[in-house]
T-cell receptor
Framework: DGGITQSPKYLFRKEGQNVTLSCEQN?????MYWYRQDPGQGLRLIYY???????QKGDIAEGYSVSREKKESFPLTVTSAQKNPTAFYLCASSGEQTPSTDTQYFGPGTRLTVL | AQSVAQPEDQVNVAEGNPLTVKCTYSVSGNPYLFWYVQYPNRGLQFLLK????DNLVKGSYGFEAEFNKSQTSFHLKKPSALVSDSALYFC?????????????WGLGTSLAVNP
């Protein structure tokens, strides 16, 4: 987990509210990722960013938004349009020079519960 | 289509016995293969990766994995299991294509090491 921080660890929100999850890294990595983890479904990619001010949709981007204004930060907003937002959210970053050898390193995760 | 399969949802092994967690993949071209471990309510920790070269890859905490191209497999192994190895294990693959950094994930295998 070292070098990548996610806050808060647990987050509770009422249905219909937008919520922003924080992800910060001090590894000088160019690329950052957001995943959602649900029991029995493994990891599903929400959004990823390979450079500042650029990002791409992953497999399940609907109902989510991101920004990448700084290299160190990649916040994820879970909007009210996300139909089932309760999940464990994982942020990762990677930064090796050769994309083929690039290894993703993960933060500790944020567990979001929508009441 | 690219895919990763972890055919066993759960593996049980006695402490001190060898353990194997299975992974098979389907990608076009040469694959880059990864193993991660996740402890409860934590982020994923990188264990090891295969890029090229020796088919037997050694990683963290005494784990190793064997790449078998003919069987399209990358099984994770450890000669002597510890109770503390009990966790969720994920296999992932990246296709060797251009600037692609995205990983394709298996659904995970829960390892239980019994004292």
């Amino acid at each position: 987990d070292g070098g990548i921080t996610q806050s808060p660890k647990y987050l509770f929100r009422k249905e219909g509210q937008n919520v922003t999850l924080s992800c910060e890294q001090n590894l000088n990595h160019d690329a950052m990722y957001w995943y959602r983890q649900d029991p029995g479904q493994g990891l599903r990619l929400i959004y990823y960013s390979q450079i500042v001010n650029d990002f791409q949709k992953g497999d399940i981007a609907e109902g989510y938004s991101v920004s990448r204004e700084k290299k160190e930060s990649f916040p994820l907003t879970v909007t009210s349009a996300q139909k089932n937002p309760t999940a464990f959210y994982l942020c990762a970053s990677s930064g090796e020079q050769t994309p083929s050898t690039d290894t993703q390193y993960f933060g500790p995760g944020t567990r979001l519960t929508v009441l | 289509a690219q895919s990763v399969a972890q055919p066993e949802d759960q593996v049980n092994v006695a402490e001190g016995n060898p353990l194997t967690v299975k992974c098979t993949y389907s990608v076009s071209g040469n694959p880059y293969l990864f193993w991660y471990v996740q402890y409860p309510n934590r982020g994923l920790q990188f264990l090891l990766k295969y890029i090229t070269g020796d088919n037997l890859v050694k990683g963290s905490y005494g784990f190793e994995a064997e790449f078998n191209k003919s069987q399209t497999s990358f099984h994770l192994k450890k000669p002597s299991a510890l109770v503390s190895d009990s966790a969720l294990y994920f296999c992932a693959v990246r296709e060797n294509a251009g600037n692609n950094r995205k990983l394709i994930w298996g659904l995970g295998t829960s390892l239980a090491v019994n004292p």
